[in-house]
């Protein structure tokens, strides 16, 4: 039994020291940007040894992928819950998921940095299967709006979903890039692209809901 529970104690601090890495990672990649935070200023601001550090991380790189996994996690998870809403209609949960993924990588640094590091995902991870999902919600979510009557019925589900998520996932790029106003640019993304998807009976209903996701009070960076 004393074995057992040393294993478990062993395993349990294994998993706290993997987690403290990658929230001292974030919290320095959010800080100084990824390309200015060397491996050893990651190993320094972490305080453990080389050892230590190896034993969970291979090297800079590894660490990124692990944060880009759990930012898509969370992605999922929020997507899904706001999508699943019955009540709001596929292209407005779209809508809303767009606007609170948003608000929420203002909010929490995971998910801010790990939208970051998508960005150079070629060079972090060839793990693609988060760009994967995160189209697939885009292209299901544009055959249910077609099929609701919300969307134009000639337009391709796909080209719809793939020419949305580009564009949203282009959006976060450059506002990191610039540091404009996120919430601000996707807005500009929908007036522009919903006239001409949206059924006309529609376009009006969602142009409004763009309006009030946009104009919803900013959160500041935590």
Same mark, same amino acid.
């Given at each position: 039994m004393r074995r057992i529970l040393g294993v478990v104690e062993m395993q349990a601090r294994a998993e706290a020291t993997r987690r403290m890495i990658l929230d001292v990672a974030v919290e320095l990649f959010d800080s100084v940007g990824y390309r200015n935070a060397s491996l050893a200023d990651l190993i320094t601001a972490t305080g453990v040894s080389k050892g230590a550090f190896y034993y969970h991380f291979?090297?800079?790189?590894?660490?990124?992928?692990?944060?880009?996994?759990?930012?898509?996690?969370?992605?999922?998870?929020?997507?899904?819950?706001?999508?699943?809403?019955?009540?709001?209609?596929?292209?407005?949960?779209?809508?809303?998921? $767009?606007?609170?993924?948003?608000?929420?990588?203002?909010?929490?640094?995971?998910?801010?940095?790990?939208?970051?590091?998508?960005?150079?995902?070629?060079?972090?991870?060839?793990?693609?299967?988060?760009?994967? @999902?995160?189209?697939?919600?885009?292209?299901? $979510?544009?055959?249910?709006?077609?099929?609701?009557?919300?969307?134009?019925?000639?337009?391709?589900?796909? @080209?719809?979903?793939?020419?949305?998520?580009?564009?949203?996932?282009?959006?976060?790029?450059?506002?990191?890039?610039?540091?404009?106003?996120?919430?601000?640019?996707?807005?500009?993304?929908f007036t522009v692209m919903l006239p001409a998807v949206c059924t006309p009976e529609a376009a009006p209903e969602y142009a409004a809901l763009v309006q009030r996701m946009a104009a919803a009070p900013a959160e500041l960076p935590g």
């Open positions: 291979t090297n800079r790189e590894s660490v990124a992928a692990a944060i880009i996994e759990e930012a898509d996690a969370m992605l999922q998870t929020t997507s899904r819950e706001i999508l699943a809403d019955p009540s709001g209609g596929a292209l407005g949960n779209l809508i809303r998921t $767009v606007f609170e993924i948003a608000a929420l990588s203002r909010r929490v640094s995971l998910l801010r940095v790990g939208i970051q590091l998508r960005g150079g995902l070629g060079q972090i991870s060839t793990a693609t299967e988060g760009f994967k @999902q995160h189209r697939e919600l885009f292209t299901t $979510v544009a055959h249910a709006a077609i099929t609701d009557g919300d969307l134009r019925a000639d337009l391709d589900s796909e @080209q719809v979903g793939n020419t949305l998520w580009v564009a949203v996932l282009g959006t976060h790029q450059h506002c990191d890039a610039t540091g404009e106003d996120i919430t601000a640019r996707l807005a500009d993304v």
